[in-house]
């Protein structure tokens, strides 16, 4: 089955910063690549995400990037806030409604 | 907006107890599924749900665990005999034909 590695577990930058939060899959098959947004106590919420058939997808301050010859993913995200702090998952799918493979989390501080 | 509604909140029983989770998924919505998360650790997938019957179930998902659509509206998570290790939030999702998931807020379970 897949599998998604994500990387660094947590990351602390200055307000103002950037983040950028990386990841890798196993399954070639899969083709829909969601990043999750996790505040405390609460659901994962959709903030961005990118299907196979586009190499980078930006929404103001997020972006994303994949590379599927490596099978590599990663999300990016500029001019951080301290409302940006969360903990932040990728996840892989086949698409469509096939289940969702999620990594091990970031936890992301930005610092004020 | 509309939005995954999930009940109770939080819910503490006994081990060997009957426990059943319930869930509103969106109304337009035709797939539906249950992910567990151990406190710490990644979102994890239990099963998915669609046209009244289990489309996948992952390992976790054994013969105590069970998934229903009574009603037409509502979509529930039984666990027959609850084990301490099943305690953690769970989460119910759905979506539509892109596979674009909304989660609820979860329901976190503690078994004593």
């Known amino acids: 089955g897949e599998n998604v590695e994500q990387h660094p577990s947590t990351l602390s930058v200055q307000e103002g910063d950037s983040a950028v939060i990386k990841c890798t899959y196993s399954?070639?098959?899969?083709?829909?690549f969601p990043w999750y947004k996790q505040e405390l106590g609460k659901g994962p919420q959709l903030i961005i995400d990118i299907r196979s058939n586009v190499g980078e997808k930006k929404d103001q301050r997020i972006a994303v990037t994949l590379n599927k010859t490596a099978k590599h993913f990663s999300l990016h995200i500029t001019e951080t806030q301290p409302e940006d702090s969360a903990v932040y998952f990728c996840?892989?799918?086949?698409?469509?409604?096939?289940?969702?493979?999620f990594g091990t989390g970031t936890k992301l501080q930005v610092i004020p | 907006e509309p939005e995954v509604t999930q009940t109770p909140s939080h819910q503490v029983t006994q081990m060997g107890q009957e426990v059943i989770l319930r869930c509103v998924p969106i109304s337009n919505h035709l797939y539906f599924y249950w992910y567990r998360q151990i406190l710490g650790q990644k979102v994890e997938f239990l099963v998915s749900f669609y046209n009244n019957e289990i489309s996948e179930k992952s390992e976790i998902f054994d013969d105590q665990f069970s998934v229903e659509r009574p009603d037409g509206s509502n979509f529930t998570l039984k666990i027959r005999s609850t084990k301490l290790e099943d305690s953690a939030m769970y989460f119910c999702?759905?979506?539509?034909?892109?596979?674009?998931?909304?989660f609820g807020e979860g329901s976190r379970l503690t078994v004593l």
């Open positions: 999702a759905s979506s539509g034909l892109d596979g674009e998931l909304f």
């Open positions: 399954d070639s098959a899969s083709n829909y």
């Open positions: 996840a892989a799918s086949t698409g469509g409604y096939q289940k969702v493979t």
